[in-house]
């Protein structure tokens, strides 16, 4: 499980978090949605503990991420960054090898190698391989950071705005891989994004941010409703049955 246990977190001129309680059950994926500045990113790098909270407490797995040590946390949790842009003259194979350096201490054994293996088929960056970063379009870049974070194969895994570069079929195809994830290997996913129709179709439940508050959480049926959404984003949204899972349209 994930529980933040009422987490706040001020920047000189702006709260970003507001006594955020949260209760992720273990398994399953999450969508974390919500206007820009909303505090998304600033919660998950709390939960990742890349960034420290004021206040409050954050417990992934029974582990207290302030106290637990580094290379434990790291083995259990995953996180994708929302600027991801890591040192450049890497090559996509030593970037995604680096995603083993808490289980292998950087010598990789068979394990290592397997895990690298089945991250780098899975995401699909195999013919980018020997690429190095910094020559890479912003989108094949995201991916080589993906499957670095696949690599790393921890039970819980946040990503902030991978979608942000893929195109449709990439992120179509990151969704099913981090559903799959979920169903198939037990993991705990949570995931930020903007477009609401990838939480509607693959999250089992959204958590919605505002203003550094959790202002609703639950699956998405409950969540993706036009009254909702239109004031999460103080913008027109209608949402459309299409017999599947409720869909936002919000283009104009
Ligand atoms: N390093 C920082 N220094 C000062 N203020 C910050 C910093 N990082 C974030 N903030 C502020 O904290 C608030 C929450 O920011 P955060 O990045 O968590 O939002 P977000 O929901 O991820 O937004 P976005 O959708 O734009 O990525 C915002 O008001 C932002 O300006
Ligand atoms: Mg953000």
């Known amino acids: 499980m994930i529980r933040a246990d009422a ?3 001020a920047y000189r001129d702006a709260t970003a ?17 919500g206007p820009n500045g909303a505090g998304k990113s600033t919660l998950l790098g ?3 503990r890349l960034t420290r909270a ?27 960054r929302q600027d991801n842009h890591l040192a450049t003259r890497l090559t996509v194979a030593q970037l995604v090898e680096l995603g083993r350096f808490p289980h292998c201490g950087g010598r990789l054994g068979p394990a290592d190698r397997a895990a690298i293996e089945r991250a780098v088929a899975a995401t699909g960056v195999g013919p980018l391989a020997h690429r190095f970063l910094d020559e890479l379009s912003g989108g094949q870049r995201q991916r080589a950071h993906i499957a670095m974070l696949f690599a790393q194969d921890a039970e ?23 559903r799959a994830a979920c169903d198939q290997d037990g993991k705990t996913v949570v995931v930020v994004v903007h477009d609401v129709n990838y939480a509607s179709a693959w999250a089992d439940r959204i ?8 202002v609703a959480t639950g699956p998405p049926a409950e969540l993706v409703q036009s009254d909702f959404l239109s004031a999460l984003y ?10 599947g899972w409720p869909l936002a349209v919000y283009h104009r």
């Not at 958590?207 to 959790?214: F, W, Y």
């Open 7 to 9: 987490v706040s977190k």
């Open 17 to 33: 978090l507001d006594g955020v309680c949260l209760d992720l059950p273990a398994g399953g994926l999450t969508a974390l949605v």
């Open 46 to 48: 709390v939960i990742g």
């Open 54 to 80: 004021d206040f409050g407490l954050v417990e992934v797995g029974g582990m207290n991420v302030v106290a637990a040590r580094s290379r434990d946390l790291a083995r259990r949790l995953a996180v994708l």
């Open 156 to 178: 819980y895994v946040l990503l902030d705005e991978p979608l942000a570069a893929l195109d449709l079929r990439h992120a179509t195809e990151l969704m099913a891989l981090l």
């Open 207 to 214: 958590v919605a941010l505002k203003d550094g508050r959790v």
């Open 234 to 243: 103080g913008t027109p949204v209608r949402v459309v049955d299409t017999g």
